[in-house]
Structures are given as C-alpha cells and as structure tokens.
C-alpha cells in the first residue's frame, strides 16, 4: 500500500511543482487583473465537469462495479460510451453558446468582460472529453495496481502551459490568455496518449476491444450491472460535487467583489491543495482498490486495518503541513508568487485567503479518506446527504461572510463546510470505530510533534521575516 502512496505523492509532487513554476510565470505575466481572472474563469468551467463526472465519482463507482461483474469488457465498454456521448454532447452546446456558459460561472462579469472570456472558455472545454477518456482508462490501471501513469501525467498538463507562457513572451495579455487555453488542450492529448500506452502495455488494450466488438450482441447480459451504475454514479456524482459546487460558487461570488479576487481564490487554493493531493489524495486512490477488494470478500477486518494505517499516515503529515501553512502563510505566498505584476498587495490578500482555508486542510483530509470506506460499501446515498449539508452549510456561511469579510469569507466559509462534512463523515463511518482509531499511543505523538512544531515554525518565521525585510 505505501508503495503505492509514495509513487502517486511522488507524482504528485513533480506535478505540483510544475504546476506552481506554472502559476509563478502566469502571476508574473498576468499579475491579479482581469485577464488573469478570464483565463480562471474559462479554466474552472471544465475543471468543474471533469470533478463531478470524471475523477472522484467515477472511479469510486466504477472499482467497486468492475471487480463485482463478470463481464468487465462489455460493461466498461457501455459505460465509456454513455459517459463519453454525454459529455461531448456538453462540449459541443458550450461551444455553440460560450457567453451563456460564461455568464453561469461569472455573473459578476460586465458585458465586455464575458464577450472577453467566451473565445477561451469554448476552447478550454475541449480538455473536458480528453480528460474523462484518461480517467476511465487510469480506473482500470487503479483496479490493476498501476499509479505510476495517471501520477505522473497530470505534470504533461503542467509542461504544455508553462511551454505556452514562454512562447507568448512579450505578446498581449489576450494573446497570452490564447496561448495558455490551446495549451491546456495540448495537455489533455499528451495525458491521453502516455495513458493509451500504458493500457497497451498492461494487455488491457485487447479487453477494451472485445468489450466493443462484442457489446451489441450481449449488451443484455450487463442489464442490471448497468442499471446498478447508473443509480450510484449519480449519487457519488452529487457527493463527490459540492467541493466542486462550493469552488464554483466562490468564482461566482468573487466577481461581485473587486477586481483580483477570483485570483486570489485561486493562487490561495492552489497552495492548500498541494498538500491535500500529495497525502490525502494520494493516499485514498491507493487505498480504495485495496479497499473495495476486502469488503467485496467479506474481510471487513482487514479493510479496517488498512484504513487505520492510512489514517494515522495522513493525520501526521496533515497536521504538520495545516501548521505550517497557518504560520509561514505569507512567507510562501511572497516566496512563490510576488514579482512581476503580483504586487505586495496581492501577496497580503493571497496570505489572509490561504490562512482561511488551511484551517481546513485536516478535516478535508481525513474525510477523503473516511468516505471511500462509505463508497467502498456502495453507501452512496448516505455520502450524498452529507455532501448536501455541506454545501448547505457553506451557502449560508458564504452569505454571511462575504459582506464583512470579503473574499477571505468566502474561504473561511469553505472550511467550517469541510469541518461540518468530517464530523457526519465520522458519524457514518461509526463513532465506535473512529474512537477505536483515536485510543492509540499515536494521538499522543500526535499532539506532542504538533507542540514541538509550532515552536520550530515560530522561529523559522522569524528567521524569514528578517530574510524577506
């Protein structure tokens, strides 16, 4: 299992790394302006999709659904194509009405500024049917153990953009903003291609091919496995979706306030996630096939060993990177972001957004990691319901914060949303084995290694403040 982990983290991390030389070129190129807020914009629309339909939903349904059928050819055949049929449908209706699109994600937008960003966001929806493509084929690598690929291939996504920045050198901010969408579809072909090979080498290509060669003459015979998918996608699909929704709706409310603060939201969020993919995420693919496996053969024991190991693994690099994140919170944004035309000002905006959401990072954590125990057991309809308290929870406090805290209300929002989300989580999962998890001599580490942190990050603070001054 740790294998595993530490090949995905390490993955993870090299994306990440890209990922953050790519958002320093973009800050330094377009700064926190409103070309920097349409390129977000025109990106998050897919990237919403791709969350709901393809990553977590998809893959928590469709493990459990492939290891239970005896026909895995033709049902992962059907379900491609449903899947696949949809969403091109989708790509080809934002294509045809972008600024309808648009103005659903930024109503805050003028007119001018939505005839602005409609071009990119109908070519940043491209990358939405190449993406699924590679998450229905990294599910089956996942069922087969192989992480390697799907790890390691988001950082072609990274590669293509920063290659696209440094192409658009000295070229205006709307041609820039041009260089990056086609760039981000570049990347989804080179994540498709590096996923194609990998099927190909695992002799996974041959059952695909069967799977369609095949599909018309005993496409009965999957009937009720299908008729079974359908209804617990849809209900992961909504419980995997209300971080999505919540980040959708913190675009959507962000551009009523003043210009800049979509960044912010966004270079913030692309810190706190770093830690949240390297070990949380990380983390749940490697266990949920593992997972699924013992539960589908009645080893409920063993499956509660696992998760046990996995969560004390992720409470201790959780806890350390939430405290480092609160207290170097303004060391990192300047450190990562402020040159160019990211100003001091943007660097203090950014700390306080990013101080609200790594207040998260810990219950964040541990429930992805708790609510694959729920969909492992095909508990879907119980995740659902807690994802609509959730995102119920975090409508209101939204609400309530964005007038007198402004954008940092909307992330502080999102935190005790993720708060609300673990404690019903922890409710689902079983009080009694939670606590079975917490009466352990780790807890104790636990508590005395934060202690002895906090004072290590104190001094270091200091250290940096007298470097950055």
């Known amino acids: 299992m740790f294998r595993a982990i530490f090949t995905n983290s390490f993955g993870i991390l090299i994306s990440r790394i890209l990922g953050f030389i790519r958002d320093l070129l973009t800050a330094s190129a377009l700064g926190a302006n409103i070309y920097s807020d349409i390129f977000f914009v025109a990106f998050k629309l897919p990237n919403l999709f791709r969350r709901i339909f393809a990553e977590g939903a998809f893959t928590q349904v469709y493990i459990p659904a492939f290891a239970r059928t005896k026909h895995k050819a033709i049902l992962s055949v059907n379900i491609f194509l449903t899947f696949i049929s949809i969403i091109l449908l989708i790509t080809l209706l934002v294509n045809l009405f972008p600024s309808l699109f648009t103005k659903a994600i930024a109503v ?5 500024e939505i005839s602005l960003a409609s071009p990119f966001v109908a070519i940043n929806f491209w990358y939405l049917p190449l993406i699924f493509f590679v998450t229905f084929l990294s599910a089956m690598l996942q069922y087969k153990h192989h992480f390697a690929t799907t790890a390691f291939s988001t950082a072609l996504l990274n590669i293509s953009l920063i290659l696209a920045l440094y192409f658009s050198q000295n070229k205006s901010h709307d041609e820039i903003v041009y260089y990056l969408s086609f760039g981000v579809v570049f990347g989804g072909i080179m994540q498709l291609a590096v996923h194609i090979i990998a099927i190909y080498k695992l002799g996974l290509l041959k059952m695909l091919i069967g799977g369609f060669k095949y599909l018309r003459v005993k496409s009965q015979i999957i009937k009720e496995d299908s008729i079974k998918f359908r209804k617990n996608f849809f209900l992961a699909m909504w ?4 971080a999505q929704v919540s980040a959708f709706l913190d675009t959507f409310l962000a551009s009523f306030l003043a210009t800049g603060s979509i960044s912010y939201l966004y270079y913030a969020n692309r810190i706190f996630q770093l830690p949240l993919a390297l070990f949380a995420i990380a983390t749940s693919v490697a266990l949920f096939p593992r997972v699924a496996r013992y539960l589908k053969n009645n080893d409920e024991k063993k499956a509660k060993a696992y998760l046990e190991k996995a969560f004390w693994f992720l409470a201790f690099l959780l806890t350390a990177s ?9 060391e990192i944004t300047w450190l990562l972001f402020e040159r160019g035309a990211f100003d001091a000002q943007d660097t203090q905006n950014t700390t306080l957004v990013l ?23 095909e508990m879907q309809m119980k995740a659902a319901k807690i994802a609509t308290i959730s995102l119920v929870s975090y409508i209101i406090l939204a609400l309530a914060f964005i007038s007198p805290l402004g954008v940092a209300g909307l992330a502080l929002a999102s935190t005790i949303g993720g708060y609300i989300s673990f404690i019903f989580t922890v409710s689902a999962f079983g009080l009694k084995n939670f606590f079975d998890i917490l009466r352990s001599k780790y807890t104790i580490y636990l ?3 934060a202690i002895i942190f906090v004072i290590i990050l104190i001094y270091l603070q200091k250290y940096l403040q007298h470097f950055i001054n």
């Open 355 to 377: 101080k609200m959401y790594m207040f998260g990072l810990l219950p964040f954590g541990l429930q992805k990691l708790l609510v694959l125990w729920l969909y492992a057991k």
């Open 108 to 112: 805050g937008f003028s007119d001018e």
């Open 447 to 449: 508590v005395l290694g």
């Open 239 to 242: 419980g995997n979706s209300t």
């Open 322 to 330: 939430t405290l480092g994140g609160i207290i170097l919170s303004h």
